[in-house]
């Protein structure tokens, strides 16, 4: 049981670990996601006030399209990870229990004949 519970808690803190690192490239690609339309906007206003040609401004407006892409693209991939992740952890998992079932289960006991002969 030992082994079993050892394996559990190590891929149990792994799969913590796994979702935490997606979560936190979730968060950090939505940050990015923002940051890049807070710039976007800025440009625009700042292209505005300059009285730039409209391709600038179409140019900006793609820019801040394709990090939304980019940040929704970066967060499938991390659902993606994290499913292929838990199916490996599972399959691990499932894999340790077998084995360990198996160690655990009473030995088949063998039947003894008695050979020594009768002195009658």
């Known amino acids: 049981m030992g082994l ?32 890049l339309e807070e710039l976007a906007d800025s440009a625009t206003k700042k292209l505005d006030e300059l009285h730039l040609s409209e391709k600038v401004d179409g140019f900006v407006k793609t820019a801040k399209e394709k990090a939304s892409e980019a940040a929704h693209w970066a967060e499938e991939k991390a659902h993606e990870v994290k499913n292929a992740i838990e199916d490996v952890v599972e399959k691990a998992e499932e894999k340790i229990d077998e084995l360990t079932k198996d160690k655990n289960e009473a030995p088949k006991t063998e039947e003894k004949i008695d050979i020594s002969k009768d002195k009658e």
């Open 4 to 35: 079993s519970n050892f394996f559990n808690s190590l891929f149990g803190k792994a799969k913590k670990t796994t979702d935490e690192t997606i979560d936190k490239a979730t968060e950090i690609a939505l940050e990015a996601k923002e940051t």
